[in-house]
C-alpha cells in the first residue's frame, strides 16, 4: 500500500469518526512508514493518530520519528505516555534520542525513565561519537557453556527481545568474559540435549567500545555479520552492535564522503532538513579557501601577460586545458579514494597506482590529442597552436592522474582524510600547474 | 588474528609438514579471510591449502574467492571436487559465478552439476542483470499455515539452510502463492501448540522479479529487513533476496555513484584488477564530450579578444570566477542527486530546492565577494575591477548552484540518471555561463 493510499484512509476513518477500525487498521502499517505518513496529515490529526497506537505500537514509532518529530511529541504526550515509551524502547535508541533534545526534554524525559535505565542510558551517553559505544545496544542473549540447547531456547523465550538481537546469543563466563557466539541457526538445526559449548563458535569476531564506526561497518560487509559484541578493555561483553545500525551507519558515512568529495563540511540532517543558515556556513570555507588558491593560477596568467598581448588567441584555450585537467584529475582522485575507503587500495600501492595511472594517462592524453588537434586544424589552420595544445594536453592529463594519486594517498600517509583531497582541491592544484604549463611551453615555442 | 599472523602460521606448519595441525588450524580460520590469504602465500601452496580443507569449508572458501581465483581453481580441481562445489554452494552463488566464467568452463561446472540443480542455475540466469531474481537465491524456509510451531522448528531441522535464510520463514497457499512471513523471533517466544498462521504477519513487504536492486536495497534500509521474498506475476513465492546480498549491492551502487559523479564508466572490478586499457576506455568517453564543450567557453573568451587586449588583467580572474562557480555548482548537485538517489527528494521539490539554494547562493555569493573585493583592493587598488569581480561572483554563484539544482532534477524528470549531471558536465556548463557573465559585465562597466 503506498503512502498515499494509507493517508486517505487514515483521514477517511477518521472523517467517519470510525475510531475502532482506524486503531485495527494502524496496527497493520509498517512502523517505518509512520513519519512519511504524519508529513501527509495535518498537525492535529497527528496526536489523535498516534494516541490510538497501542503501548508496544506507540515506542516502535516513536523510534522511527526524526529528533524534531520526537521532541514536539513529547512535549505534548502526559508523563504516563513518555513512561510507557522509556519502558518499551531501547537503551541505544533512547541515548541518541537524548542527544539530539534541549535540557528542558531530557529532563522530563529522565523524569519518567526507571533508575537502571538511566543508569545504562548515562553511561552509553559517555562513549565518544562514531564508535561502537554510541552503536552498540546493551540488550543481548547470553547463555552459559554448560546450557543444553534445550536451556538456551528457554532463556530466548523469557528474554524475548526485538528481532535483529536474537540471531546471535553470547556465551558468557563467570566474569562475564565472552567464550563464543552461537547462531540461531545453529540451534536450531542442533538436538535439544546438545551443549552450547560443543556448537559455540569460539573464534569471535568483535570489536573494543572505541572502536571507530567506519571499521565496523567493514566488519559486518566482509564477514556478513548480523550482529557484532562490543567488549570492553577485559575482554567482558557491554552490547552488541545489530545490522540494522551497520546499514545506518554505512549510509551516513557514504553520505560524508560525497559532501567531502564536494568541498562541504558533513552535515547531520537531511538537505531539506538542514537550514540556509546552515548550508552556508558549511560550503563557505572551502570555497574561500578555494577562491584564494585559483587567484595564484590568476597570478601565473597575469605573469604571461606580454605572452597574451602577443597571442590573444592563447587565452581561448585556457578552459579546455584546465578543464580536462580537473577532470582527469577527479577521475584518477575518485577511485583512490574509494578504493582506500574499502581496503583495497593501502598506502602501499603509491608506485602501483602511480604506473597504472602513467599509463592509462598516456592512452587517454594521446587519445584526447589527437582529436584536438583535428578540431584545431579544421578551425584556425594553424599546425604550432595545435602542437601546442596537443602537448600541453597530454602533459596535462598525466600530471594530474598522478597527483590524482599522490594526494590522496599521501593525505592518508599523513593521517588526514583522503577524501578532503578530492575534486575541488585536486582540480585548483591541477589548473595551476596546467596553465603553467600551458604558458611555458607556449612561450617557449611562439619565442614569446 | 590478522591476515599476515594466519599466512605465517600456514607457511610455519606447512614447512615443519604438520599436515594434521594445519587441516584443524585452516577449519577455524574464516571463510572470508582466505582470499587475502591467498593473495599472500606462494601459488603452489594455494591448492595444498585449498585441499586440506573439509567438504563444507572447500565449498565455503570458494564463494568468497574473486572470478579470476575461481576459474583459476576450477582449472585445477577434479571433476569429483568440482561436484562437491557445487552440491554445497547456493544456487545464486552458482549463477553469479557461470556467468563470468569463459565458455569452456561454464561447459565443465555444468557437467558436474545436478540435473535439477542445472535447471534452477538456468532459470537464474535468464533473469535480466541488476533485477531482483538475479540477486535472489531460491533456498527458503516454506511453512504451511496449519502447522503449529513445533512442526515449523521440524521443518527448519531438516532443511538446516545457511544462516542468512533461516531468519524468516515464508508460509504459502497451495499454489505457492505468499500468505504471510514468520520470523524466527516469534517462533522461539511462542508456546510450542501455537499455530503459525496466529503468528505469522500477512502484510509482507516482498518485490517482484524484476524489480530493480536500486529500490530493493531502499527496502532493506527502510524497513531494516533481514529477508526480502521475491514472487513472479502470479504472486507465488520463487525466491528471496538476503541483507548480505543487499549490502554488496548498496556498495556496488555507492560505487558506481561516485564514479558516474566523476564522468567516468562504472567498472565491475577493483581498481587494481581492472586494466589499464579498460580504465582508458572507461574515461575517455566523458573527457572527450567535456573537452568538446569546453571549446564553447573558449570561443566566448575569443569573442571578446578586445575586452582582453584592452584591459589584460580581466584574464587573470578567469580561474577565479570559473573555479567558484563550478564548485559551488558541484556541492548543490552533489547534495541534490544524494537526495534524490535516497528519495529524500523528489521531482516535486524543484522549486522549494531552487528556493534555498537562491538564498543559501545569495548568502555566499555576498561572503566570497566581500573577501574578494578586500583582496583587489589591497592588490591592484582599483576599485572598479573589485565591483566587477563581486558582481560577477555573487551572479556566478547563484547561478551555479541553480543549475546545481535544476540539472540532476531535470535529468532525472527525463528518465536519465541524475547523477551524470554532477560536478564534470555542470562546472563545464557553469563554466560558460559564469564567463559570459564575467565579460558582458567587464565590458559594459568599462565600457569596451
Redesign the interface.
Known sequence: MEIDDIVNKIVELDDNRRIGDLHKFLE???S?DFPMIFEGIKDERIMMVYRLLSKEKAAEVFVELDHDRQEELIRLLTDNEIKNIMNEIYMDDAADMIEEMPADVVKRILANTKSDNRKIINELLKYPDDTAGTLMTTEFIDLDENMTVDQA?KV??EK?????T??NCYVLAKDRTLLGVV???SL??SERDVFVKDIMDT?V?KVGTLEDQEEIVKL?????C?AVPVVDKQDRLVGIIT??DA??V??EE??E???K????KPTED???KTS??T??KH??T???V???S??I???I??HF?NA??TL??L??????I???G???G??A????I??LA?D??TTK?LL??ML?EL??GL??GI??SI??TA?IMIQYHDLNTALVISATLILTVIVSKQLGVLLPIGAQKLGLDPAIMA??LL??VS?TVS?LMFFSIASSVFGL
Open positions: 497493520d502499517v509498517n517505518a531456547f530466548i523465550k524475548g527481545l526485538r528481532k535483529e536474537v540471531y547462531d540461531v541457526r536450531l538445526v573464534n569476531i559486518f560487509d566482509k564477514y556478513s548480523v545490522i540494522d546499514i545506518d554505512m549510509q557514504t553520505l564522503d560525497f559532501e568529495m564536494a568541498a562541504m537531511t538537505y531539506m540556509v543558515f548550508h552556508a560550503r563557505i572551502w570555497l574561500l578555494l577562491m584564494i585559483a587567484m593560477t590568476g597570478g596568467i597575469e601577460e597574451i598581448a590573444p588567441l587565452v581561448a584555450f585556457i578552459p579546455t584546465m578543464g580536462t580537473g577532470n582527469c577527479s577521475q582522485s575518485t577511485l583512490i574509494r578504493g574499502m583495497e587500495i600501492d602501483r597506482a597504472k599509463k592509462v592512452l587517454v587519445g584526447l582529436i584536438e578540431i575534486a575541488p582540480t585548483t589548473d596553465v
